[in-house]
């Protein structure tokens, strides 16, 4: 580690704490030249193993693009997609390992993107689930619909259960 003030490679590290996300690891340190204190921030690195064995860096901007050519027509916006690419990359993340197939990247993909848009949750999926039929699809969308009933029907009991306990007393 360098330090930001003189260069000298040189540091000491005073203090290693795991920082609020949970994901990453703040180190405070002294340079042994200088003296000065400085604090940098450790990320663990994410590796994609490709389906060809090869490994790189996992890119939120290269997975995001894959997702933007399944929206294209759709009323994202690429705000949309960015926040997308970070619920992504913070699942991952936060999964505690840091290698992962491609495969698996696309799939955790899936699940905010069906809360984001369900045409191009189903285009996305056709390609990252191999869809091979037209029964491949019914079969999605009956899940897509499935889900949507669970989660109306939770909003339902919170909001019977916040209007019992909001109600006035007379």
Do not use: W
């Not at 000065?36 to 690195?45: A, G, P, S, Y």
């Not at 027509?73 to 936060?94: F, M, N, Q, Y």
Request: charge should be negative.
């Amino acid at each position: 580690m360098h330090c930001p003030f003189c260069r000298n490679n040189d540091t000491k590290v005073l203090d290693s704490r795991v920082a609020e996300d949970g994901c990453s690891i703040r180190r405070r340190r002294c340079c042994q030249a200088c003296e000065q204190r400085f604090t940098t921030l450790e990320l663990m690195q994410l590796t994609v193993v490709k389906r060809s064995g090869a490994t790189e860096a996992f890119d939120r901007d290269k997975a995001i693009a894959g997702v933007r050519k399944a929206c294209k027509g759709r009323p994202l916006t690429e705000d949309d997609l960015a926040r997308l690419g970070h619920v992504v990359e913070d699942s991952l993340r936060g999964s505690g390992q840091a290698e992962f197939a491609s495969h698996e990247v696309g799939m955790a993909i899936l699940e905010p993107l069906r809360e984001l848009d369900e045409v191009a949750y189903l285009r996305f999926a056709a390609v990252y689930k191999q869809f091979e039929t037209a029964e491949d699809f019914e079969i999605e969308i009956a899940s897509l619909r499935e889900h949507r009933a669970a989660q109306l029907a939770e909003i339902l009991d919170q909001s019977r259960s916040e209007g019992l306990t909001s109600a006035p007393s007379g």
